[in-house]
Structures are given as C-alpha cells and as structure tokens.
C-alpha cells in the first residue's frame, strides 16, 4: 500500500502524493504529511516547484466529517486547523496544485492557498460546507472572493454546489485545463513557472470591490438565501463571512470566517445536517442482508396503474434507462395516464431539467399495454392500482400467472399488509413493497418494506434499484402504513384536533411551515386528497374505540366534496392554478361544527401547535422502533426528511426529540395525555429513555450492536 503522503522527485520538481483512499479526506494525518512534505520541499535548494496531487480517482474531495462530531462532543480538542499548514503552502516554494475528480471544502482551500491551479477537465470545484450547516473554515470565503469575483463566491459558498473545470477556468479559480495525462501536464506547468515568486491569492485583492458597490449584491443573496434556504443559518454565515472580505484585511477576514465557522461547527443545525448526511449512508446497512447478498439484474420492468403514481413510477424508471411495459385496465385510463406522463416530461424539458431528445428516449421505453402478455419478460412488476385489498389480490394472482419465476412482484401500497398481498401468490419470497412517494419522479424517498417470507435477494436487489432510480431506498418491516404513513396519521389527526379547538387551519399550518415543514400539515391534505384518509377512515371505522376522540370535521368536508386540490376546495380553496388562499366560509362552518360537539374553543400558541404535532410523530416513532419497524432511529429521520418534508436542519423527527431532550419530550407527552387523553399515552420505549436519561440514538447503536 502506497504511503498515506508520498514526495517524489522529477529533476527540480516535486510530487507530493496524496493516498487517502477513496476520497482523499483531509484527515489531520494527511494535513500533517502534507505539512512534513512540505518541509522537506522548503530544505532542498534543488527544488524550484512542487506540484500536489491527489491518487486515486480524486484530489481531496473534503474534510473528514467524522472529525467534526469528534471535535463537537469534546473527543478531540479543536486545535488550529487547516489554516497555519495553508500559510506554511502559500509561503512556501511556488506550488501547483493538480486537481481530478473533486476538489471540495478544504480541498478546494488548500489548492487556494497554493500559487497555481490546473485541472482535467472533468474535474468538480466547490465549496459545500453549507450543507452540513457549517462555512469553509480554513480561508474559503477570503480567497475564493480573490480568485473569482464576490459574485460568484457568495453563490459558491452559500449555496454550496459545485462548478466544473470549464467554469472554474473561465471565472479564474484555475489557471489551465490539462488534457491527457494530468500530472505530466502539472509538471510541465511547473517547469513554466520554477523559480520565479508565486502570486499569493491573499494578495489578489482586485476583484473584490468596494463594500458600498457590493452592498445590493449581498442584499439580494441574503434574500434569496432567506427563500430558498429557509430557516437554515449557515448560508447567511456564508455571506457574511465573504462580506467581510470587502470590508477588511485578509487576516482579518480570516478571524471573522474563523469565529462564524466556530458558531456554525457547534450548532444544532450542524450536528442534525451531519446526523443526516451519514444517516443516508447508514440505511444502506441491512444487519442480516450483507453487503455481499446476491442481487438479481433489473433490466426490465413493468408497471401496473397508469394514474397518479404508476405514471410518475414509470418515468422514473425510463429515466434510469430501464424499459417499461405499462398496463392500465381500459384503454381511456391508460390513455389519460400517458398524457399525464407527456405533460411532465414536457414541463421538465420548459424548466430546461431535460432536453427534448433526452425525454424522446425516455417516451420510447414506456410501452403501453392493456394486458399481462408481455409480463412475463420482465425483471420486475410494480403494481400501482387503487388502494384496495381485494383489488390488489386480483392483480397479484394474475403477475403470479403472468411472471416468470424469479421475477420480483412490488406493491406500492400506502397502507396495506403485504404478507396479505404476497399470500395469493405461489412465492411470497419475491414479493415485497415499494412505496415511492408524490410526484414519484421528484421525491427521492422509497420506503422498501419486507414481508414476513421475502427474500434476502429480493431486498439486497431493491435496496440497489433504489440507488440505480436516485432514490434514498429505507428497509422497514411490514405494519398498517408502515413507518412513514403510520406516524403521519398522527400528525394529521392533532393538525385537525387543532382546528376543532379553536385555530384556524391557516395558523396551524404557518406554525408548522415556521417550524421548517416543506408545507403545513392541513395544505398538504388537500395536495394528497383529503378523500383519502376519509375513505381509509370509514374502513377501519369498526376497530375504533369507543371513547376516544375522533377528528370530526374532516370528514365532513369530505361528505361535502371538499377533496382538497383536486376539487378546488378543502381547508383552503384553490383556484385554476391551484394557489391556496384561506377561505373564511369554511373556518366558520369548520369552527361551528366543533362547537356543535361540545369541543371547548381556546387560544393556542403556535409553540403549542408544533409540539402537539411534532411529538406526536415521535411518540409514534417511538412505538415504530421499538416494535422494530424500523431498524433505527435515524432511518425514521430519513425517511421524514427525504419523504415528508421535515427540515433536515432539525435532523428528523427522532433526532429532534433527542435534541430537546427525551425527558422534556415525555413530560410534555405526559401532560397531553391527562389533557387529551388515551390517543396520548406515553410510547414504553420513550417513557425509559427518558428515565435513563438516554436518546434514541443511543438506543438505536445498542440495539444495532446486539442484532
Ligand atoms: P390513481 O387512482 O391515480 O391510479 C390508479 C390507477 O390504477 C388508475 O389509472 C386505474 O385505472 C388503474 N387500475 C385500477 N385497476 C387496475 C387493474 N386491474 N389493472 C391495471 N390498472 C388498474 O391512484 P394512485 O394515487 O396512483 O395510487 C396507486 C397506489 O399508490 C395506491 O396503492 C396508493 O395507496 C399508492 N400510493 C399513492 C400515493 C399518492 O400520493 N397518491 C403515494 C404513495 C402510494
């Protein structure tokens, strides 16, 4: 195995190698062989020029992120960083730094803080710490400012996205593209520039401007980082950090980046966005399905509905460039489901997310069809008919008939048991649910849930679709509504609870919206159909019990044909374009009903309206671990962050309650339930976390350890 930081020489030049596979993490053994390196450089009078490059398939592709939660629990004290080992490279002799794959975060710094630039040109620059809730720490915001304009350092920087080797050319971040053999080409540019003093990036200072002719371009970021990046603190760091760039010298702009760095590495927001990020890594981890289970191909598929979600699940298969038989039952059914397909392949292609010949490939792999013949072809069936038990049975046993075997037979049930569905059929094992979310071609959730019978194969095989599809695939066992739907009632059912006590659905909602929600909890009713909780509701209407309450008035708006959206009126009405606007009609005839039914009317706070909902989301996924629905605590956050629009700054719903402490959860929980009620009763598994004084987290890694 190569030397984690190797320094060879070619005649003048030196090549230092960095081996930290597979990313190049700039782990602070790699900053310190780098530092060594270095060095050693800066002692060798025969030297004129270093050139830094990264083995592998990539240049440093970031910091180690497992190093930030150990500098943020006190495991590792926080030390100076990145910064003095950058000013060691820019007071050093001239250095190039040769850039493939990825330079991101403090990979980007450090070829920043090196005299020259040059990449291949598929190589990716940025500055990404955003999104981890954190800024660039080590200089980021005060040169790439220098080097590219503030313009496009705020957008680098509080957005978080990267640019290519093109761009990053064009806007002065590198100074040449190599074709062909990179570090020929680095060396080659090396030679060009031995000797002679290399510019230094913190004295660039002629892009910056004055800070008054800069003053609009930070207002309008600030704005548009206010909308699109709501509630999330680290972008308007970003700003301010690059603003100080205009405003001060590069040391002390350094301070300032270093101070907003320090307030954002320590935030809550930080820890959740970072909780997060491995979160999505972790639900890849199935304990009794290795990594090395077999897994059949999916070359092929079927789809059975045209409607709403088997229309949006056949496009997402077209786009990953697997064709796709799709049955409807009559001709006009599957006639209104390819235009439904056409016309979103078409906004896509307006809003410039597709090209047109992008979307004529992907129209070509969506065969119609109006029965089973061809089934048997394909590699997989993904059924997406009503939401009915016996329906889905029937279409069960026909793909049990029409398939061959071997072939994996998914259901897209919301709610519905699939060791009922995978019963009618001869191989339960290849049975299995996949539940993709609305628009199924947008959100990037897919809740895969085992039957008691399926195989390791079938699960190994749909784990992988998911990632092929760009979806995050979360493994849940098989229960009513499963993980996300299952703990959704119970939001819902206090959103309504709300609104029958006195507040009017506009101000739960911007409760909710404030507190991150994508959308309130009544809105996005109406945007799934209120209809469909109604008619789940008069389905299980006999194992309600006597006594506990039951929400009232959504049923009625349902009794008058207020389905949401897709009727024009629900909690809100909407016009042609469906724009909500609150409706005062209906929250007097909403208010009159529940004072009708004797539901005593009060002012309540909007802390109070985000607590009855959020934890009951908690209180459920409590239940939901502990029945082992869920395998972990985190799986639950993703699938509520990616599925359901829970703000991924507040790390999920169960790493929320941990955040505020399970103890102040279950106090709370115990007082709605004196307050309301049996619907309120304290979940077992959070009544001892919070005696123990533990979280969910660390019942999740105790139980992982034992499986
Ligand atoms: P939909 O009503 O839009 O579409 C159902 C389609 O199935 C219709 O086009 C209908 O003609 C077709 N169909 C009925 N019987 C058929 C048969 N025997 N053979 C072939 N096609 C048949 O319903 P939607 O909303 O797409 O729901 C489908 C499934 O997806 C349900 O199980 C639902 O619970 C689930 N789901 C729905 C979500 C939503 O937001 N709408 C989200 C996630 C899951």
């Not at 290399?198 to 800069?214: A, C, F, M, Y």
Request: with cysteine.
């Amino acid at each position: 195995m190569a030397d984690l930081i190797e320094l060879t020489l070619d005649h003048e030049i030196a090549i230092i190698t960095i081996n930290n596979p597979p990313v190049n993490a700039l782990s602070p053994a790699v900053a310190q062989g780098i530092a060594k390196a270095i060095e050693q450089v800066t002692n060798d009078d025969s030297i004129k020029a270093v050139v830094l490059i990264g083995g592998g398939r990539t240049f440093i592709a970031g910091a180690d992120i497992k190093e930030f939660g150990k500098i943020t629990s006190g495991k590792t004290p926080r030390g100076a960083g990145l910064p003095p080992f950058l000013v060691h490279i820019e007071n050093g002799k001239p250095a190039v730094v040769a850039i493939h794959g990825s330079a991101f975060g403090g990979g980007l710094e450090l070829a920043m803080a090196a005299h020259y630039r040059v990449a291949s040109p598929s190589a990716q620059f940025g500055q990404p710490e955003v999104k981890l809730g954190m800024i660039p720490g080590a200089g980021g915001t005060q040169r790439l400012p220098r080097l590219v304009g503030i313009a496009k350092a705020v957008e680098m920087c509080a957005e978080g996205n990267p640019i290519g080797a093109q761009e990053a050319l064009k806007i002065g971040l590198i100074d040449r593209l190599v074709e062909g053999d990179l570090l020929a080409g680095a060396v080659q540019f090396a030679r060009e520039i031995a000797g002679k003093p290399g510019p230094k990036t913190r004295d660039r200072n002629e892009k910056l401007s004055s800070h008054v002719q800069n003053a609009p371009l930070f207002s309008a970021a600030r704005e548009k980082a206010r909308t699109r990046q709501r509630g999330m603190r680290a972008p308007l760091a970003a700003i301010d950090a690059v603003e100080a760039a205009t405003k001060f010298s590069f040391d002390e702009g350094c301070r300032i980046e270093q101070k907003l760095f320090q307030d954002c590495l320590f935030s809550d927001q930080s820890k959740a966005l970072i909780h997060i990020f491995f979160g999505e890594r972790e639900v890849a981890k199935i304990p009794d399905v290795p990594k090395e289970t077999t897994t059949m191909p999916v070359n092929s598929a079927s789809v059975v509905g045209a409607g709403t979600m088997g229309g949006g699940i056949a496009m997402v298969l077209a786009n990953a460039g697997i064709p796709v038989l799709l049955k409807d039952a009559d001709q006009p059914a599957l006639d209104r489901g390819l235009a439904t397909i056409q016309k979103n392949y078409q906004n896509s292609v307006k809003r410039g997310r597709f090209t047109q010949q992008f979307v004529d490939e992907r129209l070509q792999l969506i065969q119609p069809t109006l029965t089973y013949d061809d089934f048997g072809k394909v590699d997989i069936v993904i059924e997406a008919v009503f939401e009915g038990m016996a329906l889905k049975k029937e279409v069960f046993v026909q793909l049990d008939r029409a398939c061959r075997k071997g072939a994996i037979l998914a259901s897209n049930t919301s709610t519905l048991n699939i060791d009922e569905i995978a019963s009618v059929t001869s191989r339960p094992e290849s049975v299995i649910g996949t539940h993709f979310f609305s628009p199924a071609n947008v959100m990037r959730l897919l809740e895969i849930v085992r039957g008691k019978e399926t195989s390791k194969e079938v699960i190994a095989t749909c784990m992988q679709l998911s990632k092929k599809l760009g979806k995050v695939g979360v493994l849940v066992r098989n229960c009513r509504g499963f993980v996300g739907n299952r703990m959704f009632h119970h939001y819902g059912r206090e959103a309504v609870f709300l609104v029958e006590e006195g507040v009017s659905p506009q101000s739960v909602d911007q409760a909710l919206y404030d507190f991150g929600m994508a959308l309130g909890p009544l809105a996005t009713g109406d945007l799934a159909g209120l209809d469909v909780g109604w008619r789940i509701r008069k389905e299980y209407r006999h194992l309600e019990k006597p006594g506990v309450r039951q929400a009232i008035v959504g049923d009625r708006l349902c009794e008058l044909g207020r389905y949401g959206q897709k009727t024009g009126a629900g909690w809100y009405k909407y016009d042609e374009t469906r724009h909500a606007a609150a409706d005062p009609e209906t929250n007097e005839m909403v208010r009159k009903w529940a004072i009708d039914a004797g539901i005593p009317q009060r002012d309540i706070s909007p802390e109070e309206m985000v607590e009855r909902c959020v934890y009951a989301l908690v209180n459920e996924g409590a239940r939901i671990l502990d029945e082992g629905i869920a395998m972990r605590a985190a799986d639950i956050d993703i699938i509520y962050v990616s599925g359901y629009g829970f703000p991924a700054y507040r790390g999920g719903p169960m790493w929320y309650a941990d955040s505020v402490g399970l103890k102040n959860v279950y106090q709370r929980i115990c007082e709605f339930h004196a307050q309301h009620g049996e619907l309120w009763e304290p979940a077992p598994l959070l009544r001892r976390l919070a005696e123990e004084g533990k979280t969910f987290a660390e019942f999740t890694s105790l139980q992982t350890v034992t499986v």
